[in-house]
């Protein structure tokens, strides 16, 4: 599978990269979905939610029969992410982060991306992230409104 505008170079690039999701609601999902059809090596997702059925006009992983057997999103997610794209690694992880795991459920990858709807949980985010040095998507919706801040620690500005 090929990326169409990064090169063979860039795609083994992609390829060897790891990434987390934080929060598998609208925007989690679609940067889930986006990830794995571009093809990065590996893709771990991180809710505490279920699927139900007001999700599904906006959450576009999740199907009538995800929210009909109350499946945790980041199962139905990554059940459904493995179904796109095979060769990409994902892990998916039904968890609340807090100041207790978030270090250990978001190491060893490269990049962050928040798909949360809470500041306690982007502040948490934000301190791995500066702590270790790793870029981090910041993502926002309200309506049918988003946001992006992508935060680099030591060369933009972050929520500390």
Not at 7 to 15: D, I, V, W
Not at 28 to 54: C, K, M, Q, T, W
Not at 118 to 129: G, H, K, M, Y
Request: hydrophobic share 50%; with cysteine.
């Amino acid at each position: 599978m090929l990326f169409a505008g990064i090169g063979p170079a860039g795609q083994q690039r992609l390829l060897a990269s790891r990434a987390v999701v934080v929060g598998c609601g609208a925007i989690g999902a679609a940067a889930a979905n986006l990830l794995v059809r571009a093809g990065v090596g590996y893709l771990r997702i991180i809710d505490r939610d279920f699927v139900e059925p007001s999700n599904l006009q906006r959450q576009t992983l999740f199907e009538e029969s995800d929210a009909l057997h109350v499946l945790p999103k980041a199962v139905a997610a990554e059940r459904r992410l493995r179904s796109i794209n095979s060769s990409v690694a994902v892990e998916g992880i039904v968890a609340d982060l807090s100041p207790r795991n978030v270090e250990a459920l978001l190491g060893e990858v490269d990049v962050l991306l928040d798909g949360t709807d809470n500041f306690e949980t982007r502040f948490l985010i934000n301190d791995v992230a500066v702590k270790s040095g790793r870029p981090w998507i910041y993502a926002a919706g309200v309506a049918s409104y988003g946001l992006t801040m992508t935060i680099r620690p030591g060369a933009t500005p972050c929520l500390a």
